[in-house]
């Protein structure tokens, strides 16, 4: 083979990277030894004009991939057979990538954010986090101020209020549930996502209606270069997407999941003499993206998000504990929903952007005799106006509405819960109810943003909230004013602090008049918050970052259950709820960030205080008090794309209600148990360590990844709950989960 | 509540529940254990009346198998008053300012507990408590509501059992109604080892490991209308559930359904004494069918 002097054809072609084929762009490829050298164009295409025919070799040397070197031979340009229509074939160069890790320890600041309560996880980032499951809402917990939930549960607890002060939104508008069954796996496909935020303490006038902040997931934008899709499989479920362009214009994304975990909980069950699965507890989801341009001033994008949950079950014989538990039990939860939105720019200082979100919860619940049913249609809508009035001043001003149409059926016999502890079934009363429910809750807003000086920027805002129930008739109007600051110590140390006052609407059963008290109205809630964010890393992508803060909140007219008979239009009926509530949650919260490449990881730790009051106990810990909570994660990332991580979590035992005695109640063989002083006792603290090992193969057109997520790896048995005797005169600790191995693979092309 | 329980945002409490309810501690007390102090059954005579009835009289059926031999005596007290609420979540007891009626304490009469019943046995002997229903004109009936007059207003029975420092309370509902068929108790006719009587064969538990079956008497699983709270009449069925009860050995279910037999496995020495309660989930209870003594 020797070095031809005659010249060949033109010859294209593009670098890409391996494995997912991304473009890449301002990449030099050189030619040697003609020392022939171009750039690669946005798209990573790249052409040489006048390249000589004969050997060659490709040399292309980027910043953060490893050096290419790949041998080939150009046709000459009278060689008819090696052309393609008298051109060179087209020529694609693979880089492959120093690292395919998408795991750092990125959880976005508040420095260059609109809402300084906000933190924000990017899912991509933290997808690999060990003991998360993949899941980004998961990952979640090892944020600061956020309470660790008790085992199976699918709530997001946040600075120590109660798992209802959260409100769970996609892309901006509001839905029932953010986690499927068992807080398995949030609702959404974590690789459909862009991140999730949480807003904490003093969050802004945008959002509203909870007490406690909320938890905000956002789709991301689907890439347009190519289809390009993934599918993946665990012990849980299976799911992929594809993603791709739309016309000339549009893009798209289909993504899906079902799970499989019920057929191995069957299978587990199918044993058992207590009760059995008729149908194992399945849950799927599917999201739909699309994105297009509508002119120079507008953005399309409809995003769709259907979820659903099932189980049925048998329980072959009688709870033990509760006679009255017993038979066939199915559930339900269904939803979709439907968001437009349509951003418009105006002017260079003024653009618009407007969603709604429609869809439908279905929630059912039934056993051979009682049923539970809720049918809602669900209409949201958001829209926001935001103008930049000065150099110095921007102003925003917004609607946040939501309206909920409810079929309500059920026929329940409900028992009375109270400081964590329930009173059996049997002893509860049959209740029927059968109507149409209707909830109206409209927020308007005006947030300001006055840049008062280079260092010191100040938010002053207004939000007024109206909620109307059709449960009770009653309108309820609150002016909300809210101010937040911020100070600009330095290019690397920002301080801030909020403040303002919160609402959030009683629940629709607690209006009911079967179940609940018309007479019942919203709880408030007052919060402040003072913090930090130091950036250690002197303009490198190396190093530390150092945030925290002090978080306060008083909450008053919390609604909380009442034993109390009253005279309702003179009769006597149960009171059922009062808004005799009050409580506070104060503390502090830091979170340390690690990237010493190739080791990252984080460090998030909160001291914190959680109290309430309600009529007949005196101040007591709240059920979700948790003083300490630390959680250290590491990660380090090792050659031919292995990484290994770990996760290590403390947190204090969750306060317990004692039981000091009990009533026998001889028309349904069970016991009433009498509560101790609320939550006076405290169950032994939680710590755990989880293992992650994370595997990818890279080839030239698809990535293969697997992982193998260990949580508990010293199968220590946290004490999650106290179980009684049938009589409350013994006691024995429930244990958390064993160790457990979770095996996952990947495939994306 | 149930209601939250079943919610969406609960249901990993429900997850946890049922896990729970088939994996109970081994380390705790099972119902049917004829073990400490209690309360097995209050049975009424009548468990619903109709306004105007003047009494009903309550049975109470006791136990003190792991401690009877070392009691120096027992004690019972009663009281009646209007539920104050329980469903609700108000405790089980009637206040001093509610108390309709009160008895007690009364010394369990020598020899109605003994080594040979397991300590176990009617805590009046041979008698019974009578109580009296309040009348329409009291505070008890006035202000009630439709439904509850038609489904009935519930009288609470209070029965505390005392010996020395320990305590066992218990309680039951004895409902008035405006008008309709009353409840009456179900009734447990036999249990069968084997499709065998149990009484027409040995009296006692087997020997061998072998499934119980209970009889249940003819029309004691009664149909009857409840007024709901949306106004509506609701056609109801009676769910009847047996409660099993052993000294020792074990039976594989503390509870069954009516129609489920239970396997009994007796222990390795010994000749155990055992109970069997029907209840039909309206506050009737049957008398009990005894094995063994």
Same mark, same amino acid.
């Given at each position: 083979?020797?070095?031809?002097?005659?010249?060949?054809?033109?010859?294209?072609?593009?670098?890409?990277?391996?494995?997912?084929?991304? +473009?890449?762009?301002?990449?030099?490829?050189?030619?040697?030894?003609?020392?022939?050298?171009?750039?690669?164009?946005?798209?990573?295409?790249?052409?040489?004009?006048?390249?000589?025919?004969?050997?060659?070799?490709?040399?292309?040397?980027?910043?953060?991939?490893?050096?290419?070197?790949?041998?080939?031979?150009?046709?000459?340009?009278?060689?008819?057979?090696? *052309?393609?229509?008298?051109?060179?074939?087209?020529?694609?160069?693979?880089?492959?990538?120093?690292?395919?890790?998408?795991?750092?320890?990125?959880?976005?600041?508040?420095?260059?954010?609109?809402?300084?309560?906000?933190?924000?996880?990017?899912?991509?980032?933290?997808?690999?986090?060990?003991?998360?499951?993949?899941?980004?809402?998961?990952?979640?917990?090892?944020?600061?101020?956020?309470?660790?939930?008790? +085992?199976?549960?699918?709530?997001?607890?946040?600075?120590?209020?109660?798992?209802?002060?959260?409100?769970?939104?996609?892309?901006?508008?509001?839905?029932?549930?953010?986690?499927?069954?068992?807080?398995?796996?949030?609702?959404?496909?974590?690789?459909?996502?862009?991140?999730?935020?949480?807003?904490?303490?003093?969050?802004?006038?945008?959002?509203?209606?909870?007490?406690?902040?909320?938890?905000?997931?956002?789709?991301?934008?689907?890439?347009?270069?190519?289809?390009?899709?993934?599918?993946?499989?665990?012990?849980?479920?299976?799911?992929?997407?594809?993603?791709?362009?739309?016309?000339?214009?549009?893009?798209?994304?289909?993504?899906?999941?079902?799970?499989? /975990?019920?057929?191995?909980?069957?299978?587990?069950?199918?044993?058992?003499?207590?009760?059995?699965?008729?149908?194992?507890?399945?849950?799927?989801?599917?999201?739909? /993206?699309?994105?297009? +341009?509508?002119?120079?001033?507008?953005?399309?994008?409809?995003?769709?998000?259907?979820?659903?949950?099932?189980?049925?079950?048998?329980?072959?014989?009688?709870?033990?504990?509760?006679?009255?538990?017993?038979?066939?039990?199915?559930?339900?939860?269904?939803?979709?929903?439907?968001?437009?939105?349509?951003?418009?720019?105006?002017?260079?200082?003024?653009?618009?952007?407007?969603?709604?979100?429609?869809?439908?919860?279905?929630?059912?619940?039934?056993?051979?005799?009682?049923?539970?049913?809720?049918?809602?249609?669900?209409?949201?809508?958001?829209?926001?106006?935001?103008?930049?009035?000065?150099?110095?001043?921007?102003?925003?001003?917004?609607?946040?509405?939501?309206?909920?149409?409810?079929?309500?059926?059920?026929?329940?016999?409900?028992?009375?819960?109270?400081?964590?502890?329930?009173?059996?079934?049997?002893?509860?009363?049959?209740?029927?109810?059968?109507?149409?429910?209707?909830?109206?809750?409209?927020?308007?807003?005006?947030?300001?943003?006055?840049?008062?000086?280079?260092?010191?920027?100040?938010?002053?805002?207004?939000?007024?909230?109206?909620?109307?129930?059709?449960?009770?008739?009653?309108?309820?109007?609150?002016?909300?004013?809210?101010?937040?600051?911020?100070?600009?110590?330095?290019?690397?140390?920002?301080?801030?602090?909020?403040?303002?006052?919160?609402?959030?609407?009683?629940?629709?059963?607690?209006?009911?008049?079967?179940?609940?008290?018309?007479?019942?109205?919203?709880?408030?809630?007052?919060?402040?918050?003072?913090?930090?964010?130091?950036?250690?890393?002197?303009?490198?992508?190396?190093?530390?970052?150092?945030?925290?803060?002090?978080?306060?909140?008083?909450?008053?007219?919390?609604?909380?259950?009442?034993?109390?008979?009253?005279?309702?239009?003179?009769?006597?009926?149960?009171?059922?709820?009062?808004?005799?509530?009050?409580?506070?949650?104060?503390?502090?919260?830091?979170?340390?960030?690690?990237?010493?490449?190739?080791?990252?990881?984080?460090?998030?730790?909160?001291?914190?205080?959680?109290?309430?009051?309600?009529?007949?106990?005196?101040?007591?810990?709240?059920?979700?008090?948790?003083?300490? *909570?630390?959680?250290?994660?590491?990660?380090?990332?090792?050659?031919?794309?292995?990484?290994?991580?770990?996760?290590?979590?403390?947190?204090?035992?969750?306060?317990?209600?004692?039981?000091?005695?009990?009533?026998?109640?001889?028309?349904?063989?069970?016991?009433?148990?009498?509560?101790?002083?609320?939550?006076?006792?405290?169950?032994?603290?939680?710590?755990?360590?989880?293992?992650?090992?994370?595997?990818?193969? /890279?080839?030239?057109?698809?990535?293969?990844?697997?992982?193998?997520?260990?949580?508990?790896?010293?199968?220590?048995?946290?004490?999650?709950?106290?179980?009684?005797?049938?009589?409350?005169?013994?006691?024995?600790?429930?244990?958390?989960?064993?160790?457990?191995?979770? *095996?996952?693979?990947?495939?994306?092309? | 509540?149930?209601?939250?329980?079943?919610?969406?945002?609960?249901?990993?409490?429900?997850?946890?529940?049922?896990?729970?309810?088939?994996?109970?501690?081994?380390?705790?007390?099972?119902?049917?254990?004829?073990?400490?102090?209690?309360?097995?059954?209050?049975?009424?005579?009548?468990?619903?009346?109709?306004?105007?009835?003047?009494?009903?009289?309550?049975?109470?059926?006791?136990?003190?198998?792991?401690?009877?031999?070392?009691?120096?005596?027992?004690?019972?007290?009663?009281?009646?008053?209007?539920?104050?609420?329980?469903?609700?979540?108000?405790?089980?007891?009637?206040?001093?300012?509610?108390?309709?009626?009160?008895?007690?304490?009364?010394?369990?009469?020598?020899?109605?507990?003994?080594?040979?019943?397991?300590?176990?046995?009617?805590?009046?002997?041979?008698?019974?408590?009578?109580?009296?229903?309040?009348?329409?004109?009291?505070?008890?009936?006035?202000?009630?509501?439709?439904?509850?007059?038609?489904?009935?207003?519930?009288?609470?029975?209070?029965?505390?059992?005392?010996?020395?420092?320990?305590?066992?309370?218990?309680?039951?509902?004895?409902?008035?109604?405006?008008?309709?068929?009353?409840?009456?108790?179900?009734?447990?006719?036999?249990?069968?080892?084997?499709?065998?009587?149990?009484?027409?064969?040995?009296?006692?538990?087997?020997?061998?490991?072998?499934?119980?079956?209970?009889?249940?008497?003819?029309?004691?699983?009664?149909?009857?209308?409840?007024?709901?709270?949306?106004?509506?009449?609701?056609?109801?069925?009676?769910?009847?559930?047996?409660?099993?009860?052993?000294?020792?050995?074990?039976?594989?279910?503390?509870?069954?359904?009516?129609?489920?037999?239970?396997?009994?496995?007796?222990?390795?020495?010994?000749?155990?004494?055992?109970?069997?309660?029907?209840?039909?989930?309206?506050?009737?209870?049957?008398?009990?069918?005894?094995?063994?003594?």
């Amino acid at each position: 083979m020797g070095l031809s002097t005659s010249h060949a054809a033109p010859l294209e072609g593009k670098v890409l990277e391996r494995g997912t084929r991304t +473009p890449l762009a301002d990449i030099a490829v050189y030619a040697l030894p003609h020392r022939l050298k171009t750039l690669t164009d946005a798209q990573g295409r790249f052409r040489f004009e006048d390249l000589p025919s004969g050997p060659i070799t490709w040399v292309v040397n980027a910043a953060g991939f490893l050096k290419l070197e790949e041998r080939d031979w150009i046709a000459d340009a009278s060689d008819s057979r090696a *052309l393609t229509s008298g051109a060179q074939p087209e020529r694609e160069l693979f880089l492959e990538r120093q690292s395919y890790a998408t795991y750092e320890t990125t959880v976005t600041g508040r420095a260059d954010q609109r809402d300084d309560s906000k933190r924000s996880l990017k899912a991509s980032q933290v997808k690999t986090l060990p003991g998360a499951g993949g899941d980004p809402l998961k990952a979640l917990q090892n944020l600061p101020g956020v309470n660790r939930p008790a +085992p199976f549960s699918s709530q997001v607890i946040i600075q120590g209020s109660a798992p209802r002060d959260t409100r769970y939104l996609i892309n901006g508008h509001e839905v029932p549930i953010i986690f499927h069954f068992g807080g398995l796996s949030s609702v959404v496909l974590p690789d459909a996502l862009d991140r999730v935020d949480t807003l904490t303490a003093g969050y802004g006038a945008e959002y509203g209606r909870a007490l406690g902040g909320l938890v905000s997931v956002w789709t991301r934008r689907p890439r347009t270069y190519r289809v390009h899709g993934l599918a993946f499989v665990d012990l849980i479920n299976a799911g992929g997407f594809v993603e791709g362009p739309a016309g000339e214009q549009g893009r798209f994304l289909i993504g899906a999941r079902q799970s499989y /975990i019920g057929a191995i909980l069957g299978a587990v069950a199918k044993d058992n003499d207590a009760f059995n699965f008729t149908l194992a507890p399945t849950f799927g989801d599917l999201v739909g /993206i699309y994105e297009r +341009p509508l002119s120079q001033r507008d953005e399309f994008k409809v995003v769709t998000v259907g979820s659903s949950d099932t189980l049925q079950f048998l329980l072959k014989q009688p709870v033990d504990a509760d006679p009255s538990i017993r038979g066939q039990f199915n559930t339900s939860t269904r939803f979709f929903r439907i968001i437009p939105e349509l951003q418009h720019t105006h002017s260079a200082r003024t653009r618009s952007r407007w969603s709604v979100g429609l869809g439908r919860d279905w929630i059912k619940f039934n056993t051979s005799e009682n049923y539970f049913k809720i049918f809602t249609w669900a209409f949201t809508l958001r829209g926001e106006v935001e103008r930049t009035i000065s150099d110095h001043w921007t102003a925003q001003w917004g609607v946040d509405n939501a309206y909920t149409w409810a079929r309500v059926d059920l026929l329940l016999r409900e028992a009375f819960f109270d400081g964590g502890v329930g009173n059996p079934f049997g002893g509860g009363n049959l209740r029927e109810v059968g109507a149409d429910s209707k909830q109206i809750r409209t927020g308007a807003y005006w947030r300001n943003e006055f840049k008062l000086s280079p260092r010191w920027t100040l938010l002053p805002s207004l939000r007024v909230e109206a909620i109307r129930s059709s449960a009770n008739g009653v309108r309820e109007i609150f002016p909300l004013g809210r101010v937040a600051a911020r100070y600009h110590w330095s290019d690397s140390l920002h301080l801030r602090a909020a403040t303002g006052r919160y609402v959030q609407a009683p629940e629709p059963r607690e209006l009911d008049s079967t179940f609940g008290n018309p007479s019942v109205r919203a709880p408030t809630s007052w919060h402040g918050a003072m913090g930090f964010e130091k950036d250690f890393r002197a303009g490198s992508s190396r190093g530390w970052r150092w945030s925290g803060g002090t978080f306060y909140r008083n909450f008053q007219d919390l609604v909380v259950p009442s034993s109390a008979l009253i005279s309702r239009n003179g009769q006597i009926v149960p009171e059922n709820f009062t808004n005799g509530g009050s409580g506070r949650s104060y503390g502090f919260e830091s979170l340390l960030q690690m990237d010493l490449s190739p080791w990252s990881g984080w460090l998030s730790y909160t001291l914190g205080r959680s109290t309430r009051q309600q009529p007949g106990q005196s101040e007591y810990p709240f059920q979700y008090d948790q003083t300490h *909570l630390l959680t250290a994660i590491a990660a380090i990332e090792l050659p031919k794309n292995w990484r290994l991580s770990s996760r290590f979590r403390y947190a204090t035992g969750n306060p317990t209600t004692p039981i000091v005695g009990a009533s026998f109640d001889a028309d349904h063989d069970v016991y009433f148990p009498s509560r101790g002083a609320f939550y006076s006792q405290r169950l032994q603290p939680f710590f755990q360590i989880d293992l992650r090992a994370d595997k990818k193969w /890279i080839y030239r057109k698809w990535i293969l990844s697997a992982y193998l997520d260990i949580q508990n790896v010293t199968n220590r048995k946290n004490l999650e709950a106290i179980q009684y005797s049938y009589n409350y005169q013994q006691s024995d600790v429930v244990g958390g989960l064993p160790i457990l191995p979770t *095996l996952g693979v990947q495939a994306e092309f | 509540m149930l209601i939250d329980l079943f919610s969406n945002k609960r249901q990993g409490a429900f997850l946890a529940l049922f896990l729970l309810s088939g994996c109970g501690s081994d380390l705790l007390d099972e119902s049917q254990e004829l073990g400490p102090l209690r309360v097995l059954a209050l049975i009424a005579s009548s468990p619903e009346v109709n306004m105007g009835t003047a009494s009903t009289s309550i049975t109470p059926w006791v136990s003190d198998f792991t401690q009877g031999a070392t009691r120096s005596g027992y004690s019972y007290s009663w009281a009646t008053c209007p539920d104050p609420g329980i469903a609700y979540g108000a405790a089980p007891q009637c206040s001093t300012a509610s108390t309709l009626e009160s008895g007690g304490p009364v010394a369990i009469a020598p020899g109605t507990l003994t080594a040979g019943n397991a300590y176990t046995g009617v805590a009046t002997g041979a008698g019974a408590i009578t109580i009296n229903i309040p009348s329409s004109s009291s505070s008890f009936w006035t202000s009630r509501s439709l439904i509850e007059k038609t489904n009935g207003v519930a009288l609470i029975f209070e029965f505390t059992l005392t010996t020395g420092t320990e305590t066992a309370r218990s309680f039951r509902r004895i409902l008035v109604k405006s008008a309709g068929a009353s409840n009456t108790n179900p009734l447990l006719t036999d249990v069968t080892v084997d499709s065998v009587s149990i009484a027409g064969a040995t009296g006692s538990f087997p020997s061998t490991e072998k499934k119980l079956a209970p009889i249940i008497g003819a029309g004691s699983q009664e149909s009857y209308t409840t007024l709901t709270t949306a106004g509506t009449v609701l056609n109801k069925t009676e769910t009847l559930t047996v409660s099993w009860f052993t000294t020792a050995g074990e039976f594989q279910f503390n509870r069954t359904d009516s129609s489920s037999s239970n396997r009994f496995t007796p222990p390795e020495s010994g000749a155990p004494k055992g109970l069997v309660f029907l209840r039909d989930d309206r506050g009737g209870v049957s008398a009990p069918i005894t094995i063994g003594f």
